[in-house]
């Protein structure tokens, strides 16, 4: 059993900066692979990152490389997805989910942050 809690959504004008937290607690495993999913009003939800807690791998979806940043905190067992340079199509519903390993079901999933981004 894991819990994800999420916090750090919020409102913000093009250009500008959020950071995302994802706390988890629980039963976790020794490694494990943290994901941050968005949907948007209207649209499928989509990966936008995610990283190994084991190695720090880390994997980004195309349209955010270069200005979303995920990293790890290990001693709060928590992740952040780091958010620059933010657009108006960035707004959506932020998830993060739980995955054991590659391949595996996304077994647990925080309830979500808004984000908003105006132009």
């Known amino acids: 059993q894991v819990q994800l809690v999420e916090s750090g959504g919020g409102l913000v004008q093009a250009g500008g900066s959020l950071r995302l937290s994802c706390a988890a607690s629980?039963?976790?495993?020794?490694?494990?692979?943290m994901n941050w999913f968005r949907q948007a009003p209207g649209k499928q939800r989509e990966f936008v990152a995610a990283?190994?807690?084991?190695?720090?791998?880390?994997y980004y979806a195309d349209f955010v490389k270069g200005r979303f940043t995920i990293s790890l905190d290990s001693g709060k067992n928590t992740v952040y997805l780091q958010m620059n340079s933010l657009k108006p199509e960035d707004t959506a519903v932020y998830y993060c989910?739980?995955?054991?390993?590659?391949?595996?079901?996304?077994?647990?999933w925080g309830q979500g942050t808004q984000v908003t981004v105006s132009s």
């Open positions: 990283i190994s807690t084991g190695g720090g791998n880390t």
């Open positions: 989910a739980y995955q054991v390993r590659i391949g595996a079901a996304f077994d647990y």
């Open positions: 629980g039963r976790t495993h020794s490694s494990y692979f």
